[in-house]
């Protein structure tokens, strides 16, 4: 089984005084979902120093995140 899902990577909010921010939600829509229901990816940030040197790599770009088993 595999789901991907692509779109873009847009700051949603900045919490914690700028160590987490959040990204939009990415929907995997399949034919058992929706826009409202169904599985759903949210991209976080986590960094006391407020640097978020990982996510700054993709915000703003258009990703592809798959989800596959691994048996």
Not at 38 to 62: C, R, T, Y
Request: glycine letters at 6%; one cysteine or more; aromatic letters at 6%.
């Amino acid at each position: 089984m595999k789901l991907i899902t692509t779109g873009e990577l847009i700051v949603d909010s900045i919490e914690d005084g700028g160590q987490a921010i959040i990204c939009d939600r990415l929907s995997f829509n399949t034919e058992h979902s929706d826009d409202d229901n169904g599985m759903f990816v949210i991209i976080q940030s986590w960094d006391e120093e407020e640097l978020h040197s990982d996510i700054n790599l993709f915000k703003n770009k258009k990703v592809k995140i798959t989800i596959e088993t691994i048996d």
